[in-house]
């Protein structure tokens, strides 16, 4: 077309279409005229203009480039474009405008291209199928709340990179040896094997890293022996060097923000409805990769038959009050155990108590933030002893803390506020009480709330009748049938007499 100068695109295009077509048609779906078709044909197109070798327009650099720009590059590398447009604009405005920030940045990135220093290079890896395996812990910012209350917890992170398969666990509190324990054990019996070389950072629960030989702690020695595994580690502060979970770290954490918000509510009820939730979410990327996991499986390592330690053991003496302490957070137990040594084995998410041999409790875990304490209060440890002294409850340090839920602290309030000192104490430690032989914690302080939304507080013998139900004992009785002998002993001369 007359006025248009054609493009090199366009004639490798009619050159293409030239091989299946005839002139016109090619000229066509080139989008070039048959005259330039023809010319193309008899390779008589013009030359092409050569560039130019001047400035249309001054350049807007010239009196700030060698002697501030320049300097400024040499002496630091990490000087962004952006620093030095925001120092030329502040301190040289006579010598330089804003208008010209694109010109500077795009002179900033060629000299850096041509006399810059050296980058860092991405090396790719080749992984083989069985060989190995990594794992680390990985920071959840995602606002997670269990009935409405924000969950402080992180996930451990496991990964193939041969296939990709990948594994994750919730853990509550930090990167403990038992956590990465129970966390890469149940790693290996999900993934139905375990790989030749096992790799992570320098974890402490791992590595004795106040050493600078690659020393294992004791545990983690006996781990990787259990499950014959090598371990190895990347260097110390590089943790760039575990490229193939660091990166998978934000692809996982992406995803799960992700399902989130489709899912519209980041309230889970408990915390194995969250974790579930981690589960069925990992195991949908897993399904992308079945065919390269079950060829990895093949080469995996078999599992051992027992699974490795993955707690830490304690003593503690149950004190008169009826509680334990571990790590600074007081929990209750049966009032039952006190005076007892208990054999406490501490996991990532729960407490499991032993009187010798036997498993009498197991706890949820609770932890304590930094340099202070917390408490983990269950009513029903306690609360038969407390019946008998109700007015123990007013003045009690665990007053608030044996009070289940804000509905019953509402209770408390109320009864608190419109009852005599001791008929307040008696009420709530007698509704306790009920909650806890009937069963019905959640209907019974619904009802006592209804009550007094309606402004008639129930009677503790009102919430009796109705919540609790007693089971008559009926007595065992045991009919003897006589023999026919026994009787004709009574009969004087017996049958014939």
């Given at each position: 077309?007359s006025?248009?100068?054609?493009?090199?695109?366009?004639?490798?295009?009619?050159m293409?279409f030239?091989?299946?077509?005839n002139?016109?048609?090619?000229?066509?779906?080139?989008?070039?005229?048959?005259?330039?078709?023809?010319?193309?044909?008899?390779?008589?197109?013009?030359?092409?203009?050569?560039?130019?070798?001047w400035?249309t327009?001054?350049d807007?650099?010239?009196?700030?480039w060698?002697?501030?720009?320049?300097p400024m590059?040499?002496?630091?590398?990490?000087?962004?474009?952006?620093?030095?447009?925001?120092?030329?604009?502040?301190?040289?405005?006579?010598?330089?405008?804003?208008s010209?920030?694109?010109t500077?940045?795009?002179?900033?990135g060629k000299?850096?291209?041509l006399?810059?220093?050296?980058?860092?290079?991405?090396?790719?890896?080749?992984?083989?199928?069985?060989?190995?395996?990594?794992a680390?812990?990985?920071?959840?910012?995602?606002?997670?709340t269990?009935?409405g209350?924000?969950?402080?917890?992180?996930?451990?992170?496991?990964?193939?990179?041969?296939?990709?398969?990948?594994f994750?666990?919730?853990?509550?509190?930090?990167?403990?040896f038992?956590?990465?324990?129970?966390?890469?054990?149940?790693?290996?019996?999900?993934?139905?094997?375990?790989?030749q070389?096992?790799?992570?950072?320098?974890?402490?629960?791992?590595?004795?890293?106040?050493s600078n030989?690659?020393?294992f702690?004791?545990?983690?020695?006996?781990?990787?022996?259990?499950?014959?595994?090598?371990?190895?580690?990347?260097?110390?502060?590089?943790?760039h060097?575990?490229?193939?979970?660091?990166s998978?770290?934000g692809?996982?954490?992406?995803?799960?923000?992700?399902?989130?918000?489709?899912?519209?509510?980041?309230?889970?009820?408990?915390?194995?409805?969250?974790?579930?939730?981690?589960?069925?979410l990992?195991?949908?990327?897993?399904r992308?990769v079945?065919?390269?996991?079950?060829?990895?499986?093949?080469?995996?390592?078999?599992?051992?038959?027992?699974?490795?330690?993955?707690?830490?053991?304690?003593?503690?003496?149950?004190?008169?009050?009826?509680?334990?302490?571990?790590?600074?957070?007081?929990?209750?137990?049966?009032?039952?155990?006190?005076?007892?040594?208990?054999?406490?084995?501490?996991?990532?998410?729960?407490?499991?108590?032993?009187?010798g041999?036997?498993?009498?409790?197991?706890?949820?875990?609770?932890?304590?933030?930094?340099?202070?304490?917390?408490?983990?209060?269950?009513?029903?440890?306690?609360?038969?002893?407390?019946?008998?002294?109700?007015?123990a409850?007013?003045?009690?340090?665990?007053?608030?803390?044996?009070?289940?839920?804000?509905?019953?602290?509402?209770?408390?309030q109320?009864?608190?506020?419109?009852?005599?000192a001791?008929?307040?104490?008696?009420?709530?430690?007698?509704?306790?009480?009920?909650?806890?032989?009937?069963?019905?914690e959640?209907?019974?302080?619904?009802?006592?709330?209804?009550?007094?939304?309606?402004?008639?507080?129930?009677?503790?013998?009102d919430c009796?009748?109705?919540?609790?139900?007693?089971?008559?004992?009926?007595?065992?009785?045991?009919?003897?049938?006589?023999?026919?002998?026994?009787?004709?002993?009574?009969i004087?001369?017996?049958l014939?007499?």
């Amino acid at each position: 077309m007359s006025g248009n100068k054609i493009t090199d695109q366009q004639v490798k295009r009619y050159m293409k279409f030239r091989q299946t077509e005839n002139q016109a048609a090619a000229a066509a779906k080139a989008g070039i005229s048959e005259r330039s078709a023809r010319r193309i044909d008899k390779n008589e197109l013009q030359p092409k203009a050569e560039e130019r070798s001047w400035r249309t327009r001054p350049d807007p650099l010239t009196e700030v480039w060698e002697g501030i720009v320049v300097p400024m590059l040499q002496r630091d590398n990490e000087i962004t474009p952006v620093g030095i447009f925001d120092h030329l604009c502040e301190f040289h405005s006579d010598l330089f405008t804003a208008s010209s920030r694109r010109t500077l940045e795009r002179r900033i990135g060629k000299w850096r291209h041509l006399y810059g220093p050296s980058k860092d290079v991405v090396f790719l890896q080749s992984h083989h199928y069985g060989e190995l395996g990594i794992a680390d812990f990985t920071h959840i910012k995602s606002p997670v709340t269990i009935a409405g209350e924000p969950l402080k917890h992180m996930l451990f992170h496991y990964r193939m990179p041969a296939s990709g398969w990948a594994f994750a666990q919730v853990i509550y509190g930090g990167e403990s040896f038992a956590a990465f324990s129970d966390g890469l054990q149940n790693a290996f019996i999900a993934a139905q094997g375990v790989p030749q070389k096992l790799r992570t950072d320098s974890l402490s629960a791992a590595y004795k890293n106040e050493s600078n030989k690659d020393d294992f702690t004791d545990r983690f020695a006996e781990l990787a022996q259990h499950y014959g595994f090598t371990a190895t580690r990347n260097n110390r502060g590089v943790a760039h060097e575990n490229g193939a979970i660091e990166s998978p770290h934000g692809h996982l954490k992406a995803q799960l923000e992700q399902a989130l918000r489709i899912r519209s509510s980041y309230d889970f009820k408990t915390r194995d409805e969250y974790e579930t939730f981690i589960c069925e979410l990992v195991e949908r990327r897993n399904r992308r990769v079945s065919d390269k996991y079950k060829l990895e499986q093949r080469q995996l390592q078999p599992l051992p038959r027992n699974t490795s330690v993955n707690y830490s053991e304690l003593y503690v003496t149950v004190t008169r009050t009826s509680t334990i302490v571990i790590k600074r957070v007081t929990y209750t137990v049966p009032s039952r155990l006190i005076q007892s040594r208990l054999l406490v084995r501490v996991y990532d998410n729960r407490l499991t108590l032993f009187l010798g041999h036997e498993q009498v409790l197991e706890l949820e875990r609770v932890y304590s933030a930094r340099n202070s304490r917390a408490r983990s209060i269950n009513y029903q440890h306690v609360i038969d002893a407390l019946v008998k002294k109700p007015r123990a409850f007013r003045q009690s340090q665990l007053r608030d803390d044996l009070l289940p839920n804000d509905n019953y602290k509402a209770i408390w309030q109320h009864v608190d506020e419109t009852l005599p000192a001791d008929e307040a104490c008696f009420y709530i430690v007698k509704l306790l009480h009920l909650a806890k032989q009937s069963g019905r914690e959640r209907q019974l302080e619904q009802y006592v709330l209804e009550g007094i939304n309606q402004r008639q507080l129930p009677t503790i013998r009102d919430c009796e009748s109705r919540f609790l139900v007693v089971v008559p004992i009926l007595p065992t009785l045991k009919v003897t049938q006589h023999s026919l002998h026994a009787y004709s002993c009574m009969i004087p001369g017996g049958l014939h007499g």
